[in-house]
């Protein structure tokens, strides 16, 4: 039998993630929960049943956006990079991990009152061995650490490098809300960067400069993002020092992603409660180390809620009121959505034959229903970049209309050269318009 | 404060899923084992504290290998059709959901003695509130039967469509052992699709049909593949039919993919429970139905136990014992392995400078130790797909060296047709050779 703890976040550590400057809102919290729910991006968990408190479910979009989230993390952290390796750790580890790291006094310790003699007792009694306790991580980190060694051997790195990682965690909240800002089961991007000792520094203010860029990188406006010094009395039991990327959500300034020098915590706690060697032999100098560890931890549900807020935007077109998800390409949930102009059968037939082949290479969406305008209007609203329209014409010149969600752009151009156009787009590769005949963008005359 | 528990599978429940027939093995376990450890694609769980039982951690390549598993399968299931949906339910859910679902009294319910009366007591007892009980689920399936209504007003899908997910699920079990095979902790992939009631035998036919193939195209041998229908005392409270898709592992055939007819029980059920109405509205006969659930359930880890052991080779090559792992290009942790033949300086330059360029598109290996024949030998070990080796040579007639790993055969191609001469490769296009000067690939003269 098993029986299964999860952490308490502490009152100190709920306050200290908590908002850090409440200012006016620029985008409406209750508006973006709103289009969350009514176009699948996100549904309060369990809803049937009333919902589960600050459990979320992703929906047919939210799921798409949240993968290209972590795919974008994957591919700049790991894919991209000659020093990182990835890791994926169970969430249930051994219970020691979480008396060398400090955590265990923050597990729920249920207790149970004796129904005959009143008194209290706690679940982790004399019925229970020791063995059959596990302990729902309240962090991925713990997983890179106790594989350390695994890593280095398998993988022959040196200093430095680092451990990539995503999965889930739980924690106990005290303070919730705040849509996905804060919930019992979210997801991390963390990074365990190991450098020797006395280039820590160098490299605590490497990862915070290429963090904070990889947000603005895929469109986080500069201006809504704010690098925040942790005061000594918010520091974590591990830290020599931290930096919040601090975002400008609806409810105000909070934290981001954290960047973290953890020092040789981490290794020298392993290394005593479970009497193995976690040290790195430098070669240069023939001595053994103990590697320090920068910790660069981002969460994928702030990413997410960061970049629909940052993405939100209202505004007038042509007397009616636009609501656009101005989302990077990448994270668009939809790339292309393709909307035959009638549901006459010869259109619908070219119409399917482009999605079907577009389908081939990203997330395409098939809209035939109601007018052209209302159409664009739900791809703006859900971030699709670029539609696709097939109208009468398109039977007889082969050619069809892309529409830009930004820019509202149309331009026409040939049925053959439409998939390297988008792969061109989407990639964010410039092309400029070429008036001949139907005009299309230059480079696929 | 959160109690949680976890379920636990029945004895009958792990036998059910266990080996059904034992044969000579083909692929030794233990080889397997000692390859995946020492290469960096699984290793025991927080090893360094003696591991935790039936909990596995995947390394640098088993990560890959996941993902890459992950991805072929949304890609199958959710990218390229036009009737499925994404979802991500989190995995901490209403606990009602089990009492509708029929699983809760399979869960953990641990008991504590009174030090005091030595009367023995529930944790579930007086203090613990029903609210604050929440439960690990053992399958994600729940998640998208609660998410039913959701998905259909949010996606406007008519029937027949399906919701697709992946994600980790948790059992206690009885009978573990077998590596990756059976764990506590796992990750599923699982597909409910929605159908009408009496179109269900012939949707079951064919989801057994697409999924079946689907491991044969991604290199599953099919003599290796076989189905097995479940007897009728074997069926699960919720079934109406089942089948297996079982493989021949090391230790005999066993359920790689479960595919069963659901009936309405789910949708029945949830609706008892929630009292929220979970019928759809079939517009040709103007009333409203229950769908029935055609399911489809695979495991990520025992679907990488299985394309790991079908592609595990050992052959006699230039009498040196060569182990290749031919695993699919798209399952391929690494896809391409970039070896300069020394460590001279200019050399290095170029190698690094097409590391570099390649490391865009894919994820890509550098190694200069050792002998070429060495580093030939390592990444047919890992299923590396291609190497390309750059020799002096290279330095004045910009030519590189790509090897085949199934075939071994080495072919001269110059650099600048190298990238979308490997992209080709990777999706599987024939391109025949063309001795011509330095030969290379046709199509890219």
Redesign the interface.
């Given at each position: 039998?098993?029986?299964?703890?999860?952490y308490?976040a502490t009152e100190y550590n709920s306050k200290e993630h908590s908002v850090t400057e409440q200012v006016p809102a620029k985008v409406d919290m209750e508006k973006l929960v709103s289009l969350c729910?009514?176009?699948?991006f996100i549904?309060p968990?369990?809803?049937?049943?009333?919902?589960?408190s600050s459990?979320?479910?992703?929906?047919?979009?939210?799921?798409?956006l949240?993968?290209n989230i972590k795919q974008a993390w994957?591919r700049a952290v790991?894919?991209?990079r000659?020093d990182m390796?990835?890791?994926?750790?169970?969430?249930?580890?051994?219970p020691?991990?979480w008396e060398a790291s400090g955590h265990l006094k923050g597990f729920?310790d249920?207790?149970?009152?004796?129904?005959?003699?009143h008194?209290?007792?706690?679940?982790l009694?004399?019925?229970?061995e020791e063995a059959s306790v596990?302990y729902?991580r309240p962090e991925t980190a713990q997983?890179m650490f106790?594989?350390f060694?695994?890593?280095l051997n398998?993988?022959?790195k040196r200093l430095p490098f680092g451990i990539a990682?995503i999965g889930?965690a739980?924690r106990?909240e005290i303070t919730t809300g705040n849509f996905i800002f804060r919930?019992?089961?979210f997801e991390q991007m963390e990074i365990e960067f190991f450098v020797k000792p006395g280039t820590d520094k160098e490299w605590f203010d490497y990862w915070l400069e290429e963090r904070f860029n990889w947000y603005v990188k895929l469109g986080i406006k500069k201006e809504n993002l704010k690098l925040r010094q942790h005061m000594k009395r918010e520091l974590a039991h591990y830290a020599k020092a931290c930096y919040d990327i601090d975002y400008l959500f609806p409810m105000g300034w909070a934290e981001l992603e954290g960047i973290a020098n953890r020092g040789d915590f981490d290794l020298v706690q392993?290394a005593k409660?479970?009497g193995?060697s976690?040290t790195y032999l430098d070669e240069e100098n023939k001595e053994h180390i103990i590697p320090y560890i920068i910790e660069p931890s981002a969460g994928v549900d702030r990413s997410a809620l960061a970049f629909l807020c940052d993405a939100y935007d209202e505004e007038l077109a042509e007397g009616e009121l636009r609501v656009i998800l101005h989302l990077h390409p990448s994270l668009a949930p939809i790339k292309v959505a393709v909307l035959p102009l009638s549901r006459r059968e010869k259109l619908v037939a070219v119409a399917k034959q482009i999605?079907a082949d577009l389908?081939?290479c990203?997330?395409v969406s098939?809209d035939d229903?109601q007018s052209i305008g209302r159409r664009y209007r739900r791809q703006d609203e859900i971030g699709t970049p670029f539609c696709v329209t097939i109208d009468f014409q398109s039977l007889e010149d082969e050619q069809v209309t892309i529409r830009e969600r930004d820019s509202m752009r149309q331009i026409r151009l040939p049925i053959d050269v439409l998939k390297p156009t988008l792969e061109a787009k989407l990639k964010g590769e410039p092309l400029d318009i070429l008036p001949r005949g139907g005009s299309y963008w230059l480079g696929f005359k």
């Open positions: 039998m098993l029986s299964i703890f999860s308490n729910q009514r176009r699948g549904f968990s369990s809803e049937i049943y009333g919902g589960l459990c979320w479910d992703y929906g047919p979009l939210g799921v798409e949240k993968r994957w790991v894919q991209e000659d390796v990835g890791l994926d750790a169970s969430i249930l580890m051994h020691q991990t729920t249920p207790l149970v009152e004796c129904k005959s003699c008194l209290r007792w706690r679940a009694g004399p019925i229970e596990v729902l997983g106790v594989n060694q695994n890593v398998t993988t022959r990682q889930k739980f106990n919930s019992r089961e392993h409660y479970s193995k976690l999605y389908r081939q990203w997330m098939y229903a």
